[in-house]
């Protein structure tokens, strides 16, 4: 591990965001921390605060106004600019060399299909792009054993090329510290104590997150649920309070009484121990990669159908509002190694100079 000085990190979007794009974000930070050299290959580049020091960011301007036709040149020219001699961690479904580690959180395929989309114009180049990573590939890091199934199976894939690594989070920002401020946070968002708070993370795609299924349940309800949405899109519902796109989400998970998933596609989904972290439950659907390794009094999973979730909340809504309901020992539902350090250790165990 200690022979690597630099690394080649590519990725399409350096900013603020939740999922792949903080977990990015972390990365960078981790590796710079470490004294790693980076040169960070990207097509948008908005860093929080202050870059870190020893990091290079190439920044390949989009060219046309579709987006999509944007991603598919840059994955394309994007290895044109790595840095000879350093280990390629290839994170966007580049081609046009070897890749030394490439980190997958989902594959195209599998996400087509469970939107049940057969691949169009775009959707065929994405999966030629993302086959030729994986075959370029000397190591695969899938961040769920689903998604390393899907893989092996649709990309035919060696399994032994294969590991699967869940992601980490950060402990020094999720965590039971505001615990104490729950009721005031509560406050701040303008929810009545007695009503009962899901947070639902709906990122930029609400429906693929399962708002319209979250809302089919929630109108069978008899108690006072309120859905706090987290999300650039607004969920139209008479339950929903929608608080665009936030940045405070450690705030956020502990002043809600459970976080709320109907995904029909997450190959991992992050805000399971995120907010687990932070002392409050999931309400997950069995779609989601994180229910393989959350388990009771953190994570409760139901069946991606809508009466399956009105059930749940029905058993539950009587007790979320007991300080029982939260969670005392996050660490006791949380069933991988989820320090970043432990995270980066392994992905530097991978790594070889070329």
Not at 95 to 106: E, K, M, N, Q, Y
Not at 238 to 261: K, Q, S, V, W
Not at 291 to 314: D, H, M, N, W
């Amino acid at each position: 591990m200690s022979a690597v000085s630099g690394l080649n990190l590519v990725f399409h979007s350096i900013r603020q965001g939740g999922g792949m794009e903080r977990h990015v974000r972390d990365l960078i930070t981790g590796f710079a921390e470490r004294g790693i050299a980076l040169r960070v290959i990207t097509c948008k580049l908005d860093w929080p605060g202050v870059q870190p020091e020893k990091v290079d960011f190439v920044v390949l301007r989009d060219w046309t106004p579709l987006q999509r036709l944007n991603n598919l040149w840059f994955e394309h020219r994007a290895y044109r600019y790595i840095r000879p001699g350093w280990p390629v961690l290839a994170i966007s479904r580049i081609t046009g060399g070897p890749v030394d580690l490439a980190i997958s959180g989902g594959t195209h395929i599998a996400h087509l299909a469970k939107m049940g989309k057969q691949p169009g114009f775009f959707g065929r180049r994405v999966i030629a792009n993302e086959s030729a990573l994986y075959r370029n590939s000397r190591v695969i890091i899938a961040h769920s054993r689903s998604v390393r199934d899907e893989i092996v199976r649709d990309y035919r894939i060696a399994p032994e090329k294969v590991s699967v690594l869940y992601p980490p989070i950060d402990s020094c920002l999720f965590n039971k510290r505001l615990e104490s401020s729950r009721r005031e946070i509560r406050q701040s968002l303008g929810v009545r104590d007695e009503q009962i708070v899901l947070l639902f993370p709906a990122g930029n795609n609400r429906e693929l997150k399962g708002a319209r299924l979250i809302m089919e349940a929630l109108d069978q309800q008899s108690a006072p649920f309120v859905l706090v949405v987290a999300g650039r899109e607004v969920v139209q519902h008479p339950r929903a309070l929608n608080l665009g796109f936030r940045e405070d989400m450690p705030a956020l998970y502990t002043a809600a009484d459970a976080t709320i998933l109907a995904s029909k596609y997450e190959a991992f989904g992050l805000v399971g121990p995120e907010s687990i972290a932070c002392g409050t439950p999931v309400l997950f659907a069995d779609t989601i990669g994180a229910t393989e390794v959350l388990s009771e009094p953190g994570c409760y999973t139901f069946p991606r159908k809508a009466a399956a979730l009105a059930g749940l909340l029905q058993r539950l809504g009587p007790v979320m509002h007991s300080p029982h309901f939260r969670v005392a020992q996050p660490e006791a539902c949380i069933h991988y190694p989820w320090s970043l350090d432990r995270y980066l250790d392994a992905l530097l165990a991978c790594t070889t100079v070329s």
